[in-house]
């Protein structure tokens, strides 16, 4: 089976901030690679006893090799994007280079 850990993405008035949930994950073991369109979360959550392995009964906990590719919005300044990871949740902001601008459209 295939892990495809669950995101929130948010927008600040000046940041895009994601979570990522990696219960049982270790800071080690997970990369971030952030460029101009898109967030890469990738690593392994290994299981740690192996030896009592054999005698589970049941889990939903899932281990291996995960990645994720999260696209950005055009205006993210990449190159002050931060990460910071604690007790199974990875956060990463990445500051918006310029405000954006929306507008309400009229429904026809």
Do not use: C, W
Not at 34 to 53: C, F, P, R, Y
Not at 64 to 70: E, L, P, V, Y
């Amino acid at each position: 089976m295939r892990i495809m850990p669950p995101i929130e993405i948010r927008e600040d008035k000046d940041k895009i901030v994601i979570t990522a949930y990696l219960p049982a994950a270790h800071k080690d073991n997970i990369e971030v690679i952030v460029d101009d369109d898109k967030l890469i979360i990738s690593g392994e959550i290994k299981q740690e006893n192996t030896k009592n392995a054999d005698g589970v009964i049941y889990s939903e906990v899932y281990y291996g090799k995960f990645s994720r590719a999260i696209p950005l919005p055009e205006g993210v300044d990449v190159s002050n994007a931060k990460a910071k990871f604690d007790n199974g949740v990875l956060v990463v902001e990445i500051p918006l280079s310029e405000p954006r601008k929306g507008r309400r459209l009229k429904i026809e």
